[in-house]
């Protein structure tokens, strides 16, 4: 019982935090406090930075969701095996494309390192949301 109420406290803290930064991408986009968050500088005249607000408000809608879904999941975690499962899944994938990032480009600011390794590591919460399923 305690190990559930700890994953569900993890998937909160998780959730919040996609909501919040949903919530927050999906408002200001790459408006010039925010792209200075994100270390860039915004001129909505390039096209490339009209492209990039609107992904940004985009996955920041997905992000959003997932964090809804998240806590929607939270207090029947342990029946929760599919959905939860896809959404660890899609989370990592979305870390794995974080790593390349870095590869690509370097090392982002830190908070950036912290959703990371937030990101990848969730097969492992599969794994202990898995072990409260059985018990």
């Not at 930075?49 to 969701?65: A, E, K, P, T």
Request: no cysteine; net charge positive; proline share 4%.
């Amino acid at each position: 019982m305690m190990s559930k109420r700890i994953l569900q406290a993890i998937l909160a803290v998780i959730g919040l935090i996609a909501i919040i930064t949903g919530a927050l991408g999906i408002v200001a986009g790459m408006t010039t406090d925010l792209g200075d968050f994100y270390g860039v500088s915004v001129s909505p005249s390039i096209e490339g930075n009209i492209i990039l607000d609107s992904n940004l408000r985009y996955f920041s809608g997905v992000w959003l969701g997932l964090g809804l879904i998240l806590f929607w999941m939270i207090p029947s975690i342990e029946r929760q095996k599919l959905v939860f499962r896809l959404m660890a899944i899609m989370i990592f994938i979305g870390g794995v494309g974080r790593v390349i990032s870095i590869l690509s480009f370097g090392v982002p600011s830190p908070v950036f390192i912290v959703f990371v390794l937030l990101e990848l590591l969730f097969p492992v919460l599969i794994i202990w949301q898995n072990k409260i399923s059985q018990s």
